[in-house]
């Protein structure tokens, strides 16, 4: 492979929903080496790089209007099997590929890109990191990650608490890199808007029950008639039958026809950091529109009314003066974040993506680390910590699931073409993708209720 120069970069993003694709994206203008340009189509757009975005064929592939409401652009875009992406990178040469996947995902890309790329020495630099925060499944995520050459945390926290999972097993830390969230920015908040705007930031699993998700939309709508006076807005992820990176059985579309909301009441979709421009209070369970809000200095309130728990992700925000319930939010609460814990967190730190301030630094250590792996001739090869002698009894499942086999060679009989599909292919996938929405969103719930009988 020949040696390349910031201006000839080229970077693959491989993604499996429309949230892991703007972090992909996002995440490698971020981090490749070169002077930045001011931000562009895909934020700080790098000088001559050359960016191809890959999206793994599964149950959250992004559909066309949600890579358009994502708002990153690539320069070239396929669906592909895993086994598809494998060979891809066996034909194609690039400098720095970015997995955007799910642990298990990312851990089989590993073992495949281990195989392609065996007895090569310039082979590309492997980032991967997680979109946003991490308050489940720390080490299993942790692990499945191990191999690549960069694993990226957000936050100063979550650097410390990478390297502890890792060095606690006898793991190799050196590749956890502390950076931020590549997708902070946009203009500080400034004062109230006319009219005052209230947005809920809602999460396709957080809460998980009709029950929960009913008492907060009536808390919502509550809060509407309560303030005829404010705008209220339900901000929502995707369209009915659309998945995202978490699978959503009861959508909130439908959940609130039976409630006859007012008319300062609307449900808006759309870019985050556009509704955020007109944003007063950001209402959330847990969301990582938590921490956009908070850079942005946007009063932020993060829901206690279903209690502070692990299986909601809001006991992240202990510590942040953001906690707070409707009742408070009725009588006029606006939490003040603590600023001590919005620091260690690589929110609220000043700067933008392409200029000062410490958030404008934040990626410079990702940068120069790959700009010292791309200048070595011997890069080492990728040595995941999940090998058939450490996880006999994990490991293979993990690969199976996409087809590959505890080498990471690809299964026989593994789903891979060499040209695009044909017309009969694409309506059979899309009915198959419909079919398991279906069974998700109506199927699913239907049994699960009648088990509780």
């Known amino acids: 492979m020949p040696p390349s120069t910031p201006k000839s970069l080229r970077i693959a993003v491989l993604a499996d929903s ?25 934020g700080g757009a790098q000088v001559g790089l050359a960016l191809d975005g890959y999206l793994l064929r599964g149950r959250a592939t992004p559909t066309p209007r949600q890579l358009e409401e994502v708002g990153v652009r690539a320069d070239s875009m396929r669906e592909v099997t895993a086994v598809e992406f ?21 851990q089989a890309m590993l073992h495949g890109l281990a195989r392609v790329w065996d007895g090569q020495d310039e082979r590309p630099v492997v980032v991967t990191g997680y979109v946003g925060v991490v308050y489940e499944k720390l080490a299993d995520g942790l692990l499945l990650r191990h191999g690549a050459d960069l694993v990226l945390a957000n936050s100063r926290q979550d650097a410390e608490r990478f390297r502890a999972v890792y060095e606690g097993v006898g793991a190799d830390a050196s590749s956890v890199t502390e950076v931020a969230l590549p997708f902070l920015g946009g203009a500080a908040y400034e004062g109230e808007h006319d009219p005052y705007t209230v947005v809920f930031a809602v999460q396709p699993s957080v809460p998980d029950n009709r029950r929960d998700r009913v008492y907060l939309l009536e808390r919502l709508v509550g809060h509407a008639r309560l303030h005829p006076e404010r705008e209220v807005l339900l ?19 439908k959940l609130i026809q039976r409630l006859d909301p007012p008319a300062n009441f609307r449900l808006v979709y759309g870019n985050m950091g556009e509704v955020l421009d007109r944003t007063d209070l950001l209402v959330t369970i847990s969301s ?21 728990r692990e299986v909601l992700g809001n006991h992240h925000f202990v510590g ?16 003040v974040p603590d600023e001590e814990w919005v620091a260690r967190q690589g929110v609220a730190a000043g700067g933008t993506p392409s200029g000062g301030g410490s958030y404008g630094r934040a990626f410079d250590a990702a940068r120069e680390r790959i700009t010292k792996l791309l200048a070595s001739p011997h890069r080492p090869p990728l ?22 086999g505890p080498d990471g060679t690809p299964l026989p009989g593994a789903p891979a073409h060499e040209r695009e599909p044909g017309p009969v292919r694409q309506i059979v996938r899309r009915a198959a993708r419909g079919a398991y929405r279906h069974g998700v969103q109506r199927v699913a719930p239907v049994i699960r209720r009648m088990g509780e009988l």
């Open 288 to 308: 990582t529109a938590a921490l956009e809000s908070l850079h942005r200095r946007i009063p932020t309130a993060v829901l206690t009314d279903l209690g502070i």
């Open 320 to 335: 942040s003066g953001c906690l707070a319930s409707w009742d408070q939010l009725d009588a006029g609460h606006r939490p």
């Open 383 to 404: 040595t995941p910590y999940y090998t058939p002698v450490t996880a006999p009894g994990y490991l293979p499942g993990i690969l199976a699931r996409h087809h590959l």
């Open 235 to 253: 901000k929502l992820r995707s369209r009915p039958g659309e998945h995202t990176t978490h699978i959503e059985e009861l959508p909130y579309q």
């Open 18 to 42: 429309d949230t892991r694709w703007k972090w992909g994206a996002l995440t490698a203008d971020r981090i490749a080496p070169g002077p930045s340009m001011e931000a562009g189509p895909r």
């Open 86 to 106: 494998l060979r891809a990178m066996a034909e194609t040469s690039y400098d720095i590929v970015v997995l955007a996947l799910v642990g298990g995902g990312v």
